[in-house]
Nanobody
Framework: QLQLVESGGGLVQPGGSLRLSCAASGFTLDYYAIGWFRQAPGKEREGVLCISANGGTTTYADSVKGRFTISRDNAKNTVYLQMNSLKPEDTAVYYC??????????????????WGQGTRVTVSS
């Protein structure tokens, strides 16, 4: 069974940091582009960052430039989202997703084939 599981979410104060993890089971992430998305209350799901199979990265959301980074550890079959300088507007449920491409596709939801269940991030004082 192909599965993606996110973890690492929680409550953090503005200016703080969190690292989210996306672990795969049932398949190997090596050959897939992996994206992080988020959905804030009352808003559409939006792309945040993507990492290609060879490690190249694509930023989907300008608002996270210079604050969020994406990385992958193929040995652990895991992709990470490091989030620094968090702001209240980063509050959302964060999802990871795998696309059947080696290179990052566009941020359109239908470009991604497998999704995790999400992990909630709340940025508040």
């Amino acid at each position: 069974q192909l599965q993606l599981v996110e973890s690492g979410g929680g409550l953090v104060q503005p200016g703080g940091s969190l690292r989210l993890s996306c672990a795969a089971s049932g398949f190997t992430l090596d050959y897939y582009a992996i994206g992080w998305f988020r959905q804030a209350p009352g808003k559409e799901r939006e792309g945040v960052l993507c990492i290609s199979a060879n490690g190249g990265t694509t930023t989907y959301a300008d608002s996270v430039k210079g604050r969020f980074t994406i990385s992958r550890d193929n040995a652990k079959n895991t992709v990470y989202l490091q989030m620094n300088s968090l702001k209240p507007e980063d509050t959302a449920v964060y999802y990871c997703a795998a696309a059947l491409f080696r290179l990052c596709p566009t941020s359109r939801i239908n470009q991604y084939n497998y999704w995790g269940q999400g992990t909630r991030v709340t940025v508040s004082s």
